[in-house]
């Protein structure tokens, strides 16, 4: 039998009103108490952006209409990730949320694609991506559901503005039955018994009891760290970034379908436009720069007028031991933090409650599930980790520490064994499983300057000229179709218009 449980969130930041409308939006509704206590005093983090196609399926799952989403939240859509001047000065490429070509034969289109090249072919593979092209065209379209389409081959996610989604969620949680509690929480107190969280007490006086806590406190991990004192993985010695400067700014241009990565010289610039203005960051490692010349850096990269006072952000990158740990799950900031590279933490929030929802205690004190929780967040959160160093270590940059540094660095094994794959048999099949699709590695492997030495055996059943005829025809393709689509910017207008 399962038990109504008392669900006391900490913390409403995005990760805060993402688990309590995951709870609200897919229980049954009333079965459990759901709770949010947080702190206007002490404020969210402020940022995080850009997302990843996934969210689509969260807002899906919990009932929101995307259209009303993107009016309330001036969200724009986004294609994927330019990164400039990451291989060296001088470079781009774009991590496209879709396929580079369709398979010929059966067999995987890249592997036609490195054959051509190793025989002088010098056409770029992101002429096979249809998002790529729609998105460095400034288009866009709702994807085509027939799968014989090449318009089918790409998905899409959203840049947001993370304050409006907060607000957002929290009044769709609020007309649910949430609750929400104003007030800083000075003290939590254990059960001497079983070490459980027992109550959270307020400056107010006021207490909450639970019978499970989610941790969403941001960067502090009130409960995870504070309470429970659970260790944490430090990956600074793959990832040397600790610090980010954000600023918004007013627009330039019309929004384009897709973030930007500038590399700069300790770190990376982040570019993201939203309706009413633009997202920007530096992320930067104070091993290599300091503040002022950080802020220096970013005020003189800035596309418009900087709108709001920089905000100063310091992390430490790695991940909780345990995000489960007695009837407290970390949730957000509190249980791990990746640099936003590859926009990856409001999709790890998401996986959490995904998590959450489908290994929800039974009865209060059952901790049975925290085992398998832990295990599925620590794998996805690994593999993010191999995914950006693999951003950093494959540059040829030589203007700066960092960068050399970076090319010199001693890899996770699995991010190693990854590459070596690549190389000698142009494989990312071992990339099957976890958030980023073999398309996603290829996009960054082959953009970051690797061209692979070897192509898969299996290929040469077809024959060369078979495939220069077929890649051909699916280029002229993706070129037709994407010279029919309108400008993302009244694509976006008219949408939210119509909500
Ligand atoms: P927070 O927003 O910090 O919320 C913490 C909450 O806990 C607040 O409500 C606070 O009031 C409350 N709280 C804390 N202590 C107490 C207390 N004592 N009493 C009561 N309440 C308390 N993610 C992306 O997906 N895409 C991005 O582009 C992206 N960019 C980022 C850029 C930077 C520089 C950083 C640092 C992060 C970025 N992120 C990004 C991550 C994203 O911002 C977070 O994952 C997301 O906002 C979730 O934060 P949070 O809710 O865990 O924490």
Request: net charge negative.
């Amino acid at each position: 039998m399962t038990q109504a449980l008392s669900i006391v969130i900490v913390g409403g930041g995005t990760a805060g009103w993402m688990t309590a409308a995951g709870l609200v939006g897919c229980l049954p509704q009333g079965m459990h108490r759901v709770r949010v206590v947080e702190s206007e005093e002490i404020g969210t983090v402020g940022v995080g952006e850009a997302t990843l196609p996934q969210l689509r399926d969260f807002n899906d799952m919990i009932g929101i209409l995307e259209a009303d989403f993107m009016r309330k939240t001036q969200a724009t859509f986004k294609l994927g990730i330019e990164f400039v001047d990451w291989g060296f000065a001088g470079s781009s490429y774009i991590h496209p949320f879709g396929v580079h070509g369709r398979p010929i034969g059966g067999i995987d289109f890249h592997q036609h694609w490195i054959r051509a090249a190793l025989n002088g072919d010098r056409t770029d593979i992101e002429e096979f991506s249809f998002a790529i092209q729609a998105a460095r065209g400034g288009r866009f379209d709702l994807p085509s559901v027939d799968p014989t389409m090449v318009s089918s081959t790409y998905t899409y996610a959203y840049h947001l503005d993370a304050t409006l989604y907060g607000r957002y969620l929290r009044s769709f949680c609020e007309q649910r039955g949430v609750t929400r509690t104003e007030g800083r929480i000075v003290d939590v107190v254990r059960n001497a018994e079983t070490g459980d969280v027992a109550r959270l007490d307020l400056e107010s006086g006021q207490s909450v009891e639970g019978d499970l806590f989610v941790d969403c406190s941001g960067f502090r991990g009130l409960l995870i760290e504070g309470a429970l004192s659970e260790p944490y993985q430090d990956w600074s010695q793959w990832l040397p970034c600790d610090r980010a400067i954000a600023v918004p700014s007013t627009s330039t241009e019309p929004p384009r379908p897709y973030t930007r990565a500038m590399a700069r010289e300790a770190g990376w610039q982040w570019r993201i436009p939203l309706q009413h203005r633009t997202g920007n960051g530096y992320v930067y490692s104070s091993r290599y720069t300091d503040d002022e010349r950080a802020l220096e850096v970013l005020l003189g990269n800035l596309a418009g007028e900087a709108i709001r006072e920089p905000n100063m952000l310091r992390f430490r990158t790695g991940r909780r031991q345990r995000a489960w740990v007695n009837n407290c799950v970390s949730i957000g900031l509190s249980s791990g933090f990746l640099e936003p590279l590859e926009s990856t933490s409001i999709h790890l929030v998401q996986m959490a409650i995904v998590n959450l929802l489908k290994l929800l205690p039974r009865s209060a004190g059952d901790h049975r599930p925290a085992f398998e929780f832990n295990r599925l967040m620590a794998r996805e959160y690994d593999r993010v980790r191999d995914f950006l160093v693999l951003h950093y270590h494959l540059n040829q940059r030589e203007d700066a520490p960092l960068w050399r540094d970076m090319r010199a660095l001693q890899i996770p094994d699995s991010l190693a064994e990854k590459i070596e794959a690549f190389v000698h048999r142009g494989e990312v099949e071992a990339y099957q499983d976890g958030l980023f699709t073999p398309a996603s590695w290829l996009s960054v492997l082959l953009g970051q300057g690797l061209v692979p030495s070897a192509y898969s055996r299996v290929t040469d059943n077809i024959p060369p000229s078979r495939s220069a005829v077929e890649m051909r025809q699916q280029r002229e393709e993706i070129e037709a179709q994407v010279a029919r689509m309108g400008a993302h910017a009244d694509f976006v207008d008219d949408y939210c218009r119509a909500a």
